[in-house]
T-cell receptor, first 111, second 109 residues
Framework: ETGVTQSPTHLIKTRGQQVTLRCSSQ?????VSWYQQALGQGPQFIFQ???????GRGNFPPRFSGLQFPNYSSELNVNALELDDSALYLC??????????FGPGTRLTVT | RKEVEQDPGPFNVPEGATVAFNCTYS??????FFWYRQDCRKEPKLLMS???SGNEDGRFTAQLNRASQYISLLIRDSKLSDSATYLC??????????FGAGTTVTVRA
């Protein structure tokens, strides 16, 4: 196991609602990256947080936002959920933006 | 055009067979290359990095062709446990991993 944990494991939301996903990074890691993986696709980079600052963002709208806390855990927030937001959300932690270790993911279903 | 493209397969091979597949990437500025393995409904796990000179890790061999912008993975003596989706990953060292959609390999007894 990588030591990266995510919560919740599964989540069902209704279109238009808001959701917060959480990630605890591996001990000693200061960087967290978030990815969205739709069914049958590879993970797509959402954004990365390094030492509590956003350090790069993929092609996702502003309703996807995040935070990193002083203990380097992180949250991903998605507002105004759409059906296409249904996916596996993966976080990955690393030390100083080196090799990324993935957590087990949160499976979000939007109905 | 997608940044990383892979043959989705599936590749269905008997135990002990050799299977090989490629991916291509579009950004010539890409600096680092990897193969990840993903089991059904699980997180991706790093299988191996890919170096310009080519590299082996046990039964797995990876090759990189920068001129043609493609990466390959070869699995020798396939085991049942090799059944998985193999994700090709590139990065420009901006710490954003760009994944292909994956190649599915099924090894049958």
């Amino acid at each position: 196991e990588t030591g990266v944990t995510q919560s919740p494991t599964h989540l069902i939301k209704t279109r238009g609602q808001q959701v917060t996903l959480r990630c605890s990074s591996q001990s000693g890691h200061n960087t967290v990256s978030w990815y969205q993986q739709a069914l049958g696709q590879g993970p797509q980079f959402i954004f990365q947080y390094y030492r509590e600052e956003e350090n790069g963002r993929g092609n996702f709208p502003p309703r996807f936002s995040g935070l990193q806390f002083p203990n380097y855990s992180s949250e991903l927030n998605v507002n105004a959920l759409e059906l296409d937001d249904s996916a596996l959300y993966l976080c990955a932690s690393s030390w100083d933006r080196e090799e990324q270790y993935f957590g087990p993911g949160t499976r979000l279903t939007v109905t | 055009r997608k940044e990383v493209e892979q043959d989705p397969g599936p590749f269905n091979v008997p135990e002990g067979a050799t299977v090989a597949f490629n991916c291509t990437y579009s950004n010539s500025a890409s600096q680092s290359f990897f193969w990840y393995r993903q089991d059904c409904r699980k997180e991706p796990k790093l299988l191996m990095s890919v170096y310009s000179s080519g590299n082996e890790d046990g039964r797995f061999t990876a090759q990189l062709n920068r001129a043609s912008q493609y990466i390959s993975l070869l699995i020798r003596d396939s085991k049942l446990s090799d059944s998985a989706t193999y994700l090709c990953v590139v990065t420009k060292n901006d710490y954003k991993l760009s994944f292909g959609a994956g190649t599915t390999v099924t090894v049958r007894a």
